[in-house]
């Protein structure tokens, strides 16, 4: 049992008050994006009440607060994910702006014709597109590790694909389809063994667990603030300064530069030399204090309570008859589950579901070549975080049976 005061935590999140079509709200959908706690609600407005201003420009009063609440929050950032260097933080958009800035600035340096860069079929199309364009540009070969049945890789097989002619390995850390856990640091190894580079995608990962880039000797890393209490529109990318240093700016104009002549210009030093224009001033703050949350509650228990609430929920939807769960067992997955109950299309159990005030995902969870693997064109997602109860999970099992009967009806 876990030791965390779940109905304090709750007491943060003021959304957590909604009623929706009638009932409070259960929200089953962290995965696509967490909810808020008020003190980052209160940061970002606090900044632009009292602190408003570009930075890094400026040398006024509220430029200089500006400048230093925005590096503060790199700085939170390095520490939280272990990071050697603060140049090594550069904030993107999201996850999806951090792996194209990779595929783009170190794939067009260090990735020719007839090289390989391995992927798995469970990627995002955000660590899937981008590296298939790059493949397309470089007429490179994009090569897929084989998953296990249960939706799991097998290091016999990743050390089957990744080769010596292989540049880059991108895997997700978890999977936000089958909540499957990848062991990025052994795969890391094996990529470095043939001297290929380790990214990987933290999207699912980061607000779930403690995640360490040196630990786990990954050279790109990806995640997104929105998914891990932050506000929306902030992302990080952690690479390695020895591969940063190389690698050139993919956007280019204010505050990226050194010496800008007519027809020609120089850069400026990392982070910065990536961060072209205005930066996400408000997002990052509020990004820091997501952090300075999280910490508060604490890393490991947050992934042990979810783990609680993943397996106690496991349990009971595999008692539906009709009702498949796809990916590992609650053991090996994160807090996520993905499934299909037969006879009801997955947009009419999530419509079914919202009428009782339930949240969840339906869809193809922009993974579709993972779709086409388990056979299916979409699927329900309900995925859980530090604000969710058993109570709820209840509430939740209840409705699916009710939605179940619905649908079952014979006229
Ligand atoms: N997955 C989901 O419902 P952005 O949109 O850039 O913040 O994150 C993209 C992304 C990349 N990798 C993984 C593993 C992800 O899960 C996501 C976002 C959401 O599953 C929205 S599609």
């Not at 007491?11 to 008050?17: G, S, T, V, Y």
């Not at 959908?29 to 407005?45: L, M, R």
């Not at 049945?149 to 990743?158: A, R």
């Not at 609680?308 to 496991?314: F, G, I, P, Q, R």
Request: charged share 20%; proline share 3%.
């Amino acid at each position: 049992m876990t030791h965390l005061d779940i109905e304090a935590i709750r007491k943060d999140f003021p959304i957590l008050n909604e009623e929706i079509n009638g009932r409070p709200l259960i929200y089953l959908d962290t995965s696509a994006t967490s909810q808020k706690p008020q003190s980052v609600i209160d940061i970002t407005t606090e900044y632009y009440t009292h602190n408003n201003a570009n930075v890094h420009r400026g040398v006024h009063t509220l430029g200089t607060r500006a400048t230093d609440g925005y590096e503060k929050a790199r700085e939170t950032v390095r520490q939280f994910i272990h990071a050697k260097y603060f140049e090594e933080i550069i904030f993107t958009r999201g996850t999806t702006t951090a792996i194209n800035t990779i595929a783009h600035s170190f794939g067009d340096i260090f990735v020719s014709e007839g090289d390989e860069i391995v992927i798995t079929e469970m990627e995002h199309h955000a660590n899937l597109v981008p590296w298939q364009q790059l493949a397309k540009r470089k007429k490179a070969v994009l090569k897929y590790i084989p998953m296990n049945e249960d939706g799991t890789l097998s290091l016999e097989q990743v050390k089957e694909t990744i080769t010596e002619k292989t540049k880059i390995v991108s895997v997700a850390h978890v999977s936000n389809v089958l909540g499957t856990i990848n062991d990025i640091q052994s795969i890391a190894k094996i990529a470095h063994e043939n001297g290929a580079v380790m990214v990987s995608d933290g999207a699912q990962a980061v607000p779930h667990m403690q995640v360490d880039v040196q630990a786990l000797d990954v050279d790109f890393y990806a995640f997104s603030g929105h998914k891990m209490l932050g506000p929306t529109g902030i992302g990080v990318l952690y690479g390695k300064k020895k591969y940063l240093d190389q690698m050139e700016p993919i956007e280019f104009g204010g505050d990226m530069i050194d010496f800008v002549g007519l027809q020609d210009s120089t850069w400026t030093e990392l982070p910065t030399k990536f961060e072209a224009g205005t930066p996400l001033i408000a997002e990052a703050i509020g990004l820091g204090e997501a952090i300075r949350y999280l910490q508060k509650v604490g890393l490991d228990a947050i992934a042990e309570y979810e783990h609680e609430l993943t397996a106690y929920a496991y349990e009971k939807m595999s008692e539906i008859e009709g009702l498949e769960i796809y990916g590992p067992s609650a053991e090996q997955r994160a807090g996520l589950i993905t499934f299909n109950l037969a006879g009801v299309h997955p947009h009419d159990l999530a419509t079914a579901l919202d009428s009782h005030g339930i949240a969840v995902r339906a869809g193809h969870h922009c993974a579709q070549p993972l779709m086409k693997w388990l056979n299916q064109s979409s699927t329900a997602r309900a995925s859980f975080y530090i604000y969710n109860t058993k109570e709820e999970i209840d509430q939740f099992i209840t409705s699916l049976k009710e939605t179940k009967e619905f649908f079952s009806y014979e006229f």
